[in-house]
């Protein structure tokens, strides 16, 4: 009998040479990607939608996350001391934000004294900018320049009621910021009081092998935002204190208001503090000339090179590891969905779900390594139970040892 299969033949899904062919095997496997992608994408983009419509409650949440951070560390230590938690959480949060607003108030009289000073400065370097236009190499005419500012004004004048209801809707805005703040105050103060009682609380509704996981990635998750909010803060400080010398140095006036401004813009990595650099240029031209206004660039390049340079990868590197494009592009991403706001908290959030999804991969190893996880991260550094602030250094070797034991043989 013989087999009716031609010898000369290849079967369809052979070569000549005997090899398979797997001219479709990218293309499933980019469409697996493709569909896996656009579920992950439509989930991601309904959860950031669900989250800016309810931003009253998002945004407070968050917010006092990032506050709770410097709140928790100084109330454990209060309770060590033998107060009763309530009592440490409302000292804490209380003289925190007692702290805040009295040196708000502080900062009133010198920027009004020194804005007095200002305005005629300011109103003499309009002349010279004028005079400039007239007599430089533009050659434009006084009187067209001014003109064209009255035409502006009268323009301004016409567009009386957009403006007005753009005040009103700038007034709900506030009255809606406070609100928040308000909550976020609120939130804070549970947050520092009952936080275990809270973790407990959800890791209790987790399912029972996935406890270690959950209780891990709760830990990486808070150290990365602990190590965001301290570093950038110190970062931050030091930012402040070298251009407010600088500007003291050369004389420019209000050098307090100008260092906190600067001090706040650092929270909004790359390009808060350079804004506030701005804002400092503008003002020593216009109160000492362009020579001044030329050396405070120079300070303000130079302290933020020595940020960047120096300060940003010894403070910073063990507890946020973004690249400046990932930076740049949540901050993008932050600002046009919420604002300001967005900017300010796009960073942290995005260094919190890095340190979480790098966690959920060292373990995803370490289990495929034949290990049994324990609910202490593998990856970053650790976090004191007592302080509630993460182990910085510690010996590799025996960290590691401490993370995950081997698998008992059965």
Known sequence: MTDST???????????????????GWYNTAAQYAWRGL??????????????QIYLVTLPIILALVLATLCVPPARRLERLGLPRALSATIVVVGGIGGVVGGVIALIPPFVTQGQELVEAVSDGIDSILIWLEEGPIGYDREEVLDLINQGLTTLENSAGDIALSLGTFAVGVAQGLTALILAVVLLFFFVKDGNQIVDWFIDRSPERHRNTVRACGARGWVALSGFVRGTALVALIDAVGIGIGLYIVDVPLVIPLAVLVFFGSFIPVIGAFIAGILAVLVALASNGPVTALIVVGIVLAVQQFEGNVLQPTIMRRSVSLHPVVILGVLTAGTILIGVIGAFLAVPITAVIAAVGNELRLRRLAQNAGHFLTATPIGGP?????????????????????????????
């Open 39 to 52: 579920v992950l994408l439509t989930a991601l983009t309904a959860a950031m939608y669900v989250a800016t």
């Open 382 to 410: 650790r976090v004191n139970p007592v302080t509630a602030l993460p182990i910085l250094h510690e010996d590799d070797d025996d960290t590691k040892r401490r993370w995950f034991k081997p698998t008992r043989d059965k």
């Open 6 to 24: 031609d010898d000369n033949s290849t079967p369809d899904n052979d070569t000549p040479n005997g090899h398979p062919i797997s001219s479709l």
